[in-house]
């Protein structure tokens, strides 16, 4: 992952370029990573922008293609990724990084990163997985209503981080858990993923239809669902289905 770099200026969304690629079915090596220091319309999850400061962060996305994995099983490609990003971070700060479920990067109480996963399929097979990832880096000033639930790298470090470095440490740190994820190591995956959850086992709130519980998450299904203890009974969650509070 990573050896192939293609480095853009400006671009709508690194997705999107690979998106084109593949619909073209232009030749593209598995594991091409293409990065922009600009994205003028960079996309979130659940159709939300995703905005950033010119050339202080990194916003690329990575072309896979789990031919082995079946499409049931996609949220595990989501747990690998997620486990490399949080690995990779690790090496730069030493507490507080976490997933937020299903794949949000978090710092203590607030959003570092997001990944934005768009799968492309070919009858019951992939024939593509673009793997979009935002991180704030070197950002310092957040929008006002971001202000309070967002950070960066430099932020927590107090001193300016090198992308590069960064992107090389996330695309080595997916590398590793793509193969382990390719090998079918399921079970020591999702503990992994469980294990380096926000909020895990420990009790916190949650919006559910309107409503307010509270809970503590347990586990999460291979399928992706979130397993919340509740009263002493474990409940399933889909990602419509519930929110966390405040975050
Ligand atoms: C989220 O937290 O909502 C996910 C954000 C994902 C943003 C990245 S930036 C690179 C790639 N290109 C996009 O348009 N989005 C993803």
């Not at 010119?54 to 490609?77: C, D, H, V």
């Not at 006002?144 to 430099?154: F, G, H, I, Q, Y």
């Not at 590069?164 to 020591?188: F, H, M, P, T, W």
Request: charged share 20%.
């Amino acid at each position: 992952v990573g050896q192939n770099l293609i480095k853009l200026l400006e671009v709508d969304s690194t997705n999107n370029f690979i998106k084109d690629l593949v619909s073209n079915s232009e030749p593209l090596t598995e594991g091409t990573v293409i990065m922009a220091d600009h994205q003028f319309a960079g996309r979130g999850q659940q159709s939300n922008v995703w905005r950033t400061e010119p050339g202080l962060n990194l916003t690329f996305s990575l072309y896979l293609k789990p031919a082995f994995l079946a499409i049931p099983q996609q949220f595990l490609l989501n747990m690998a990724v997620s486990i490399g990003i949080r690995n990779a971070l690790q090496i730069f700060i030493k507490e507080g990084v976490k997933i937020k479920w299903p794949n949000d990067i978090y710092h203590n109480d607030r959003k570092m990163g997001g990944v934005l996963i768009e799968n492309m399929l070919a009858g019951s097979t992939f024939k593509a997985s673009i793997i979009g990832i935002g991180l704030n880096v070197n950002q310092c000033i957040f929008a006002p209503e971001l202000a309070d639930r967002a950070t960066s790298m430099k932020v927590i470090l107090q001193e300016d981080v090198n992308l590069i470095r960064v992107l090389a440490e996330i695309c080595s740190n997916i590398e590793k858990q793509y193969l382990r994820l390719k090998s079918g190591n399921y079970k020591e995956l999702l503990n992994d993923y469980v294990s380096g959850l926000y909020k895990f086992d420990t009790l916190a709130s949650y919006r559910q239809n309107g409503e307010i519980i509270e809970g503590k998450i347990v586990s999460v299904t291979e399928a992706g669902m979130l397993v919340l203890l509740i009263n002493g009974e474990k409940k399933e969650y889909n990602f419509k289905e519930i929110e966390f509070l405040n975050h």
